[in-house]
Structures are given as structure tokens and as C-alpha cells.
């Protein structure tokens, strides 16, 4: 898969799920799944209900995201 085939949407974490999972509300109000990606979870990034995030969707599953940057 190609890097730039993904689509970057902001959202808020509203729910905390088992493996590192969590409950994202995008900006367009659809709720997706969404996990931390590698280099957060290598510097212990934490990511807590209510952050602002922003998430990495791929044109293939929009329900399921990646968490690439926390905001503050």
C-alpha cells in the first residue's frame, strides 16, 4: 500500500477499549476503532478519553483507524 492512499481526519477519543484500542469521534461524527501506531506506542505516547487526535484511515476499511498524533 502506498503512504499518501490514506486519509488523515481529526477526531476525539471517547472510549478507552481492551489492546490498546480505542473509540474515536471524527470530526464528521462517525465513530470508528482506532489503535496507537508504532512510534507512539515506542515513546510511550498515552492516550486518554477526551484528546484530540488525529487518525489514519485507509479508502479500503473506514471504520477502523491508526492514531499517528496526539494534540493538545
Known amino acids: ?3 499518501e492512499d490514506n486519509i488523515e481526519m481529526q477526531g476525539i477519543v471517547i472510549d ?3 489492546n490498546t ?3 474515536v469521534e471524527l470530526e464528521n461524527g462517525h465513530i ?3 489503535h496507537i501506531s ?3 506506542r515506542k515513546n510511550y505516547i498515552r ?3 477526551g484528546d484530540k487526535v488525529t487518525v ?3 479508502p479500503y476499511d473506514l471504520s477502523k483507524g491508526r ?3 496526539r494534540s493538545r
Request: glycine share 4%.
Open 56 to 58: 489514519e484511515l485507509t
Open 21 to 23: 484500542m480505542f473509540r
Open 1 to 3: 500500500m502506498v503512504k
Open 67 to 69: 492514531i499517528i498524533f
Open 32 to 34: 470508528i476503532t482506532a
Open 16 to 18: 478507552t477499549l481492551p
Open 47 to 49: 492516550i486518554l478519553m
Open 38 to 40: 508504532g512510534k507512539m
